[in-house]
């Protein structure tokens, strides 16, 4: 592991609690610098709370917060000239239009009028800044606060549910910005339930779930770790004949989702397995073998650590 200084972010044993409720019960993670790491979870997991304790916005209990060696509670004016955040329901002026809100936001960043522009063009809201903002559609309202929160070009990103109301060439904006400022080197962080949005552009996944990190690492590692066994969907015209795969050798577990997924040993079982089930009788109309994805890698991470509860 890098020392802390390598990291743009690092949490560490940070507790947040509203009233009798825990957010947050020991976090530790770190986000390496120049890097984009994903936040996965379930509501109420704790993603949110992260972010809004990156910034300073929120205090936390205990434990220590540092984004960019700075702590964000004393040197929270410094965090936010650094950075940029995309809340989940951006808050605006709403009786000042568009153009009124992002030179307030070039102001305080000490940006000028042309980034401002050039900001509000990448996210084609330009055409809309002489509108009262209280006028705007969701989707619109998010346009304004990416062209807001990148006007400075900050060394960090924070990103809570970007693509939320996006149209798809809006949301793949948002995803190509994302790998442009990586490439940049800049550090990005995403919360997302659109798992397949951030397949790719992933460089450390962290799964958060009643406040602590049950799993972190690159998506490689971690599909090494929890589906490092091959699987194959199989399905048939007669799916209740698919039962006689856990007798099969090679076969080390099948779970009916519709179609079946089986874990084997080896992909090498699989032609294998095709020929006995049609020598049964069997007509199969699917055999895939599963290249997994980071909602497949999502899914098996959440039911490993329950199942281990």
């Not at 409720?21 to 984009?36: C, E, K, N, Q, Y």
């Not at 002026?93 to 940006?111: H, P, R, V």
């Not at 972190?216 to 091959?230: C, E, F, H, I, N």
């Not at 490993?304 to 509860?309: I, K």
Request: proline share 5%; glycine share 8%; net charge negative.
């Amino acid at each position: 592991m890098k020392d802390r200084m390598s990291h743009a972010i690092s949490f560490s044993s940070v507790r947040k609690t509203f009233g009798e409720v825990t957010a947050l019960d020991g976090l530790d993670f770190v986000a390496p610098s120049g890097a984009v790491t994903v936040l996965l979870g379930p509501n109420g997991a704790g993603k949110t709370t992260t972010v809004r304790l990156t910034t300073g916005a929120m205090i936390h209990d205990s434990g220590e917060i540092r984004v960019l060696g700075l702590d964000p509670l004393t040197d929270g004016d410094e965090v936010r000239a650094r950075v940029g955040v995309v809340p989940p329901k951006p808050a605006f002026y709403d009786q000042l239009s568009g153009w009124e809100n992002l030179k307030f936001a070039a102001t305080i960043f000490k940006a000028d009028e042309a980034q401002a522009r050039e900001a509000a063009v990448r996210f084609a809201i330009d055409d809309v800044l002489d509108q009262d903002v209280g006028g705007y559609s969701t989707g619109m309202r998010t346009r304004l606060a990416l062209a807001r929160a990148v006007l400075h070009d900050p060394e960090v990103l924070l990103l809570d549910e970007p693509t939320a109301g996006l149209d798809p060439e809006s949301a793949r904006a948002v995803l190509d910005l994302i790998s442009e400022m990586a490439e940049r080197g800049r550090t990005i962080v995403m919360c997302t339930h659109l798992l397949h949005e951030a397949e790719g552009i992933a460089d450390q996944v962290i799964l958060i779930e009643d406040g602590q990190v049950r799993a972190s690492g690159d998506p490689k590692t971690l599909v090494d770790q929890y589906m490092a066994d091959p699987t194959v969907i199989i399905d048939a015209e007669d799916r209740t004949m698919l039962r006689i795969i856990a007798e099969l050798d090679g076969v080390l577990s099948v779970r009916d989702e519709g179609a079946f997924r089986v874990v084997l040993d080896s992909t090498d079982r699989i032609p294998d397995i095709v020929v006995e089930l049609v020598k049964r009788g069997v007509r199969p109309t699917r055999i895939d073998p599963l290249r997994p994805t980071l909602e497949d890698l999502y899914f098996e991470m959440q039911r490993a650590h329950r199942e281990a509860r």
